[in-house]
């Protein structure tokens, strides 16, 4: 279950220290920039009950295929997607469902591509949405479309959503170098809870501090 998110706009450095990842709940210097522009209506009780649905499903054998649900980082998530607009992209992992239902997706579109087993590769073109159950999948294809938007003008933003395990790739120091450095509308969104699956994160990467 996430925890925790951490939030980091590679384009502020004036406003804070480029690798500093504030949490998302207060944004860290980043608070005085939030603009509600997210048309979403889920609220976190919509949020649960989808997931508990999911669950059901799966426990009663009607998903016969890996699904992997959220709990525990709504509030962080809904602060966040106030500032995702319609024409922004919006980049997930294997555990995407809040991150689809948030950026507007329909919830029985959503439901039928769970129910086919599709969970964990979710790809809605209309609402510019794609999810990999590919660690660090979706970061070369995020960092691309943000390049093409800066080279034809376009006013779109990427957010990329990745695990505390994802962040500490290879891929993931190399997104973030290449787009802090090229000024490209990246967001790379944390989301934190201390686990690659079942193995502590901070453990496995002798980070003991």
């Known amino acids: 279950m996430v925890k925790a998110a951490r939030y980091l706009d590679i384009r502020k450095k004036s406003l804070c220290d480029p690798m500093i990842y504030g949490i998302v709940l ?3 210097c980043m608070m005085s920039q939030v603009i509600e522009v997210n048309t979403s209506n889920i609220t976190k009780q919509g949020l649960h009950a989808f997931e508990r ?3 059901d499903a799966f426990e009663a054998g009607l998903i016969r295929a890996p699904v992997h ?6 509030d962080a998530l809904l602060e966040i997607f ?4 319609p024409q922004d992209w919006v980049f997930s992992t294997w555990r995407s469902h809040y991150h689809a239902l948030l950026k507007g997706i329909p919830e029985e579109w ?14 809605n073109r209309e609402h510019k949405f794609l999810s990999s159950s590919i660690v660090g999948g979706v970061l070369p294809i995020a960092l691309g479309v943000a390049l093409g938007a800066q080279r034809l ?6 957010w990329a959503f990745v695990g505390d395990m994802t962040w500490r790739t290879g891929i993931a120091d190399e997104v973030r170098r290449y787009a802090r450095n090229h000024q490209l509308s990246l967001r790379l969104v944390q989301e934190d809870n201390g686990l690659s699956t079942n193995t502590p994160t ?3 990467w002798g980070e003991h501090f």
């Open 53 to 55: 649905r999911v669950a």
């Open 69 to 74: 649900l959220s709990g525990g980082n709504e």
């Open 110 to 123: 959503l439901w039928g591509e769970i129910l086919a087993g599709r969970s964990m590769y979710i790809e």
């Open 82 to 85: 106030l500032q995702v607009r």
């Open 202 to 204: 901070r453990e496995v």
């Open 153 to 158: 003008g376009l006013d779109e933003r990427v």
């Open 26 to 28: 207060r944004y860290g």
